[in-house]
């Protein structure tokens, strides 16, 4: 049977679980933001409490639900079509670290200066278009999970 676009409970505990460790679970309610009766005047002088802690992973998540809902709102696939779009399609294009930039952690970003041996290394292992980018600029820069950094920092024959 086709229907709107869904996202199951099972996909929801599966992005759950993908909460970095800088993030914190919340309480999923998706009461974030709103007003709290904490018993005081609403038009009081003092200033509202801030933003304290991690992230709620749940909100993020929620969030993304709703926008995966709105965008594919006039699609008809099965359940098991939205699962996989859920998951191979939508998520892996979703960034925390753009959503959240001052809470998450800074990402290391090798690089090697002009005149180093790494350097040279690094222009051997290069793309075409790379290699012309570092020699302008005199410095090379990958991301942390590429490959080719064994080779450039010398672990790899």
Known sequence: MLRRPIVTDADRAWAMAQMPSWCQRGDGCGADGELVDDGGWLDGDEAAPADVGKPSWSQFVAEEIEKF?????????????????????????????????????????????????????????????????????????????????????????
Request: some cysteine; charged content about 35%.
């Open 69 to 157: 809902e709105c965008y594919y709102r006039d699609q008809q696939w099965s359940d098991r079509e939205w699962s996989s779009m859920w998951r191979k399609g939508w998520w892996p294009k979703v960034s925390p670290r753009k959503r959240f930039p001052k809470s998450a952690p800074r990402e290391f970003q090798p690089f090697f200066r002009k005149g180093t041996a790494e350097y040279r290394r690094a222009l051997g292992v290069a793309t075409p278009e790379e290699k012309r980018m570092w020699l302008r600029f005199g410095v090379a820069q990958f991301k942390p999970d590429d490959e080719r950094l064994k080779i450039v920092a010398g672990d790899a024959a």
